[in-house]
T-cell receptor
Framework: DGGITQSPKYLFRKEGQNVTLSCEQN?????MYWYRQDPGQGLRLIYY???????QKGDIAEGYSVSREKKESFPLTVTSAQKNPTAFYLC????????FGQGTRLTVV | AQKITQTQPGMFVQEKEAVTLDCTYD???????LFWYKQPSSGEMIFLIY??????QNATEGRYSLNFQKARKSANLVISASQLGDSAMYFC???????????FGTGTSLTVIP
């Protein structure tokens, strides 16, 4: 089936630890996105990529990093510099409309 | 200025009735796309409907229709014959022709009452 796969579904991070969220798509889309959603809030753009080996910062990129080495993959690393990382993270890819993964819920413990 | 504005934080509708969720947008790009997404409590974002800025007719997808009023820069979602499963958050979004970003509104929480 074509779609976007995010893993893991739930992730727990200790203080000062880096964690990486996986996002893979088999829709052959050039554009990929990472969003953060806090409870009761809308989506805020972290990073997006229009092509392999190129990506742009969104509105809240501080404390996050990404890579785009393959068209299919756009992993997001939440670094220790992100002081309040507990949130719901959504990955998407798009040609016209955006298709989203199931999301990853990250909690700091 | 906000690119997408959704002014209804919460809405209630009786089962089997129709409901309109409001969305206004702001862009100077003549080419753009407008989208509506549904987010149930599980968190996934489900694409519902798309309207292109040059489309002459309002988009429809099953029970969903988009009331596109270009001069007023509004793109309201109409859900007909509401069902209990329609209870969810609904987000309006826009993508400008010159860019790749999607701009999302703050969402409207819809509750369908039996």
């Amino acid at each position: 089936d074509g779609g976007i796969t995010q893993s893991p579904k739930y992730l727990f991070r200790k203080e000062g630890q880096n964690v990486t969220l996986s996002c893979e798509q088999n829709l052959n889309h050039d554009a990929m996105y990472w969003y953060r959603q806090d409870p009761g809030q809308g989506l805020r753009l972290i990073y997006y990529s229009q092509i392999v080996n190129d990506f742009q910062k969104g509105d809240i990129a501080e404390g996050y990093s990404v890579s785009r080495e393959k068209k299919e993959s756009f992993p997001l690393t939440v670094t220790s510099a992100q002081k309040n990382p507990t949130a719901f993270y959504l990955c998407a890819s798009a040609y016209t409309e955006a298709f989203f993964g199931q999301g990853t819920r990250l909690t700091v413990v | 200025a906000q690119k997408i504005t959704q002014t209804q934080p919460g809405m209630f509708v009786q089962e089997k009735e129709a409901v309109t969720l409001d969305c206004t947008y702001d862009t100077s790009d003549p080419s753009y796309g407008l989208f509506w997404y549904k987010q149930p409590s599980s968190g996934e974002m489900i694409f519902l409907i798309y309207q292109g800025s040059y489309d002459q007719q309002n988009a429809t997808e099953g029970r969903y229709s988009l009331n596109f009023q270009k001069a007023r820069k509004s793109a309201n979602l109409v859900i007909s014959a509401s069902q209990l499963g329609d209870s969810a958050m609904y987000f309006c979004a826009m993508r400008e022709g010159t860019g790749n970003q999607f701009y999302f509104g703050t969402g409207t929480s819809l509750t369908v009452i039996p």
